[in-house]
């Protein structure tokens, strides 16, 4: 856990980690650690497969027992790292993701009821509009809110910072989210969103906010299919619309907070109707006949 903090990694990539590891080292049936080669690691996650584990839990699986024998070498605890080298699953790079149509954002918010229906609504429009993680949600502090300039201060992934600017609307929302903050259980508490309980509201507890409206969505919605919508969808959703609205790529890899454009660029799929729509540019002419 102290080498994780100290590399920045978040509560909820930690808490993922050590789940993982104790897998792992449950699976050596107390064999030394001194004497874990790299086809051990390769059978943990060999059986992770076979439990029906898809290709990213079984990379994020990888990952943790890498960063556990990291952990060790810089603690001179153990000379090797049996974890590295061993090849990555291959993930569907290509796969378009889901993403709420601009068109269903209002039916969507509308879905939002309940007691806290303010506090939840200004956590969806940081989401939708303004592409914040789940995590980065969970994290945010009164004091990060600077209602004046309309900005937004967010810790992301790496430990690294970025300031948004918000929009007029988002931040009337965010105001009153403010102004109507639940009374914390500690007077130090200085999160901007506010469990029942007067705690920091749980990574956990804001995605089945998600999973809870979604459903109500698509009961609304008289949706018979089942489209995999979660939280971090709608952050799709917010870098979907920016690029099709014609912003740079490089500007939306900022907004995001990623370290990579790459990532980024998994957000410039295009649908049908758009291809459809491209195509029809064409004037195409076929040879006459005389």
Do not use: C
Request: cysteine-free; hydrophobic content about 35%; charged content about 25%.
């Amino acid at each position: 856990m102290i080498w994780m903090k100290d590399s920045g990694f978040t509560a909820h990539t930690q808490k993922n980690y050590v789940s993982d590891v104790r897998q792992f080292l449950h699976s050596l049936d107390e064999k030394p650690l001194q004497q874990v080669k790299k086809i051990h690691v390769m059978a943990y996650l060999s059986k992770a497969r076979e439990k029906g584990v898809g290709d990213s839990t079984r990379n994020r699986k990888h990952a943790a027992v890498n960063s556990f024998f990291k952990a060790l070498q810089e603690f001179e605890l153990s000379a090797g790292n049996p974890a590295s080298g061993i090849k990555k699953a291959k993930t569907e790079k290509n796969k378009s993701p889901v993403y709420l149509d601009e068109s269903d954002i209002q039916p969507f918010l509308l879905s939002i009821t309940g007691k806290y229906e303010g506090r939840n609504l200004a956590i969806f429009l940081l989401m939708i509009y303004m592409g914040l993680r789940v995590g980065e949600v969970h994290a945010l502090n009164v004091g990060d809110f600077n209602p004046q300039r309309r900005e937004l201060s967010v810790f992301g992934k790496g430990r690294k910072w970025r300031t948004l600017p918000v929009p007029a609307e988002v931040a009337h929302v965010l105001q009153e989210a403010v102004d109507t903050r639940l009374q914390p259980w500690r007077s130090k508490e200085e999160a901007l969103f506010i469990s029942q309980k007067g705690r920091r509201l749980a990574i956990r507890t804001i995605q089945q906010i998600a999973y809870d409206t979604f459903e109500q969505y698509r009961m609304e919605k008289g949706a018979v299919q089942r489209i995999p919508f979660s939280s971090h969808k709608l952050r799709h959703t917010f870098a979907t619309m920016l690029l099709r609205k014609g912003a740079d790529l490089r500007t939306v890899q900022e907004l995001l907070g990623h370290s990579s454009i790459q990532t980024t660029t998994i957000y410039t799929h295009v649908t049908n109707r758009e291809k459809e729509t491209a195509m029809n540019l064409l004037d195409v002419q076929l040879p006459s006949s005389s």
